[in-house]
């Protein structure tokens, strides 16, 4: 089948034979909207991207990632305008605001939120300028990876001797076949992709046994295999992400 400009960057991820492709694409969308929210753009500076970022924030992991990024102004000028506008919408909640009765039940229940300060700080946390986007993309290629799989047989090939997903993205094909495959379809999808996940889950389940073995000194000149790097890879293939990534930061 030829390749159209949007199956690209799936194709390249199933080729890159990665414990998950959905990982790769996930970093490589994620690099991206860091580059673009505080790389050499400068897209900081602009008004609009600065309005998006204001009213979405961002969640504690891409902050860490931010900061770790390097770019101390970029980060700088999106805390000032972040800051003047929480100030702004917290002096509005703390005028409006007034305690609620507690019912005994509730005080029972102590996992309940109706305090409205509570819900509203909730509501701010909720939303991150980089995990929504990811998250519209995401959909796009979940869209794209069921396209290919109903219409291109070398990418089903490619995916049924490939290394499978991560737990996570697994999850999210599977959950998305459901509704984007057919009947006659999901007869067949599901019974490949348990059988592809099962031999690599199997696989990854020995490298982290022999990773084990090898520091057992009977073993100390036995080859590695390809159980070196198990533990990474181990992770990624239970969670998603790679653990031994090195922090992402700006190109100077």
């Not at 703390?94 to 029972?108: E, I, L, N």
């Not at 992709?193 to 020995?206: C, G, K, L, Y």
């Not at 084990?212 to 992770?235: H, P, T």
Request: proline share 3%; hydrophobic share 30%.
């Amino acid at each position: 089948m030829k390749e159209k400009l949007y199956t690209i960057p799936l194709n390249d991820a199933v080729n890159a034979n990665d414990e998950c492709p959905f990982c790769f694409i996930e970093r490589s969308v994620e690099q991206n909207l860091m580059d673009f929210a505080l790389g050499p753009c400068a897209s900081y500076m602009e008004s609009d991207v600065r309005e998006e970022t204001d009213r979405e924030g961002f969640c504690r992991m891409h902050m860490q990632k931010m900061f770790d990024y390097g770019n101390t102004l970029g980060n700088g000028w999106i805390l000032k305008t972040y800051y003047k506008k929480l100030l702004k919408e917290m002096e509005g909640q703390f005028k409006q605001f007034k305690p609620g009765k507690t019912s005994m039940a509730d005080r029972f229940r102590k996992s309940v939120n109706s305090n409205a300060i509570g819900q509203w700080v909730a509501q701010k946390e909720s939303t991150c300028y980089i995990c929504d986007r990811f998250s519209s993309e995401y959909e796009r290629y979940l869209d794209t990876f069921y396209y290919l799989y109903k219409n291109d047989p070398e990418f089903v090939k490619k995916i049924e001797n490939g290394k499978g997903f991560c737990l996570h993205h697994f999850g999210d094909l599977c959950s998305g076949a459901d509704s984007r495959l057919s009947e006659k379809e999901k007869a067949s999808f599901y019974p490949m992709i348990f059988a592809v996940m099962q031999r690599n889950m199997e696989r990854m389940s020995q490298d982290v046994d022999w990773l084990i073995e090898k520091f057992d000194y009977l073993n100390k000149d036995a080859d590695w295999k390809n159980s070196k790097d198990a533990v990474q890879r181990g992770m990624q293939k239970l969670r998603g992400g790679y653990p031994a990534d090195p922090d992402y930061t700006m190109k100077k």
